[in-house]
């Protein structure tokens, strides 16, 4: 009768156990169901979690800033854009062997009229082949159309693993608010926008505010 107890005891515990495993385990494979594409841009690589199978990329390139627009191969619609300027380098700096210099990375936003812009500004040091992010300098939201609108309550959160880095990541959410009326037409009107996803409610008189609360992520390698 001991021996029964104690064998009901043991099983009891095994299948406890498992059934707790096998969720954590389950979720673990959830949380690695999105492939990453890695992009390159100017001198850092961005990452997106489309899969590179379902993507096209549209590079343009200028004297100081390359831009990325990532579109549906099948239906053409623009996912995501990123872009990377650079700053004029000091001629003492290209007579050194190793320098250290800056460059501004961006990823847009566009929400029917509105376009955002979610920037982070490194400082960065190559000597050779060799190349690192020293330290992030500067992150901010930045309105980027015109129009009766503004953003509102930006939050922004980047980091580096270690300082320097070969990496960096930027993560921002913000609020686009949006001043209309009832007669206004166009992109601005309250239906237009609402076919976006803001949300519209009245002030006072014929004042209409619509929001919209977006957000953005950035990941960057040198290699």
Not at 29 to 55: A, F, M, R
Not at 125 to 132: D, E, I, L, V, W
Not at 188 to 197: N, P, R, T
Request: glycine fraction near 6%; charged fraction near 20%.
């Amino acid at each position: 009768m001991k021996y029964r107890k104690l064998l009901s005891t043991v099983l009891a515990v095994v299948l406890a156990v498992t059934a707790g495993c096998f969720p954590a385990i389950a979720n673990a494979k959830e949380t690695n169901t999105h492939p990453q594409t890695k992009i390159k841009l100017d001198d850092l690589y961005v990452y997106t979690n489309y899969d590179s199978k379902d993507i096209s990329i549209e590079r343009q390139e200028k004297s100081d800033e390359v831009i990325a627009t990532i579109k549906d191969k099948k239906t053409g619609k623009i996912l995501e854009i990123f872009g990377e300027k650079s700053e004029p380098l000091h001629s003492e700096a290209l007579r050194t062997d190793g320098y250290t210099y800056t460059h501004t990375l961006y990823k847009q936003v566009v929400k029917g009229p509105a376009k955002a812009g979610l920037y982070c500004v490194l400082e960065m040091y190559k000597n050779g082949s060799f190349g690192q992010i020293n330290r992030i300098k500067n992150s901010y939201w930045k309105a980027e159309s015109s129009g009766t609108w503004h953003l509102e309550d930006t939050q922004i959160d980047a980091n580096m693993p270690t300082t320097p880095s070969t990496s960096a990541t930027v993560y921002g959410s913000a609020n686009m608010v949006v001043t209309t009326t009832s007669s206004t037409t166009g992109s601005f009107s309250i239906s237009a926008l609402e076919s976006v996803g803001f949300s519209v409610s009245q002030s006072t008189g014929s004042i209409w505010y619509a929001r919209l609360g977006i957000e953005a992520s950035m990941d960057y390698s040198i290699y």
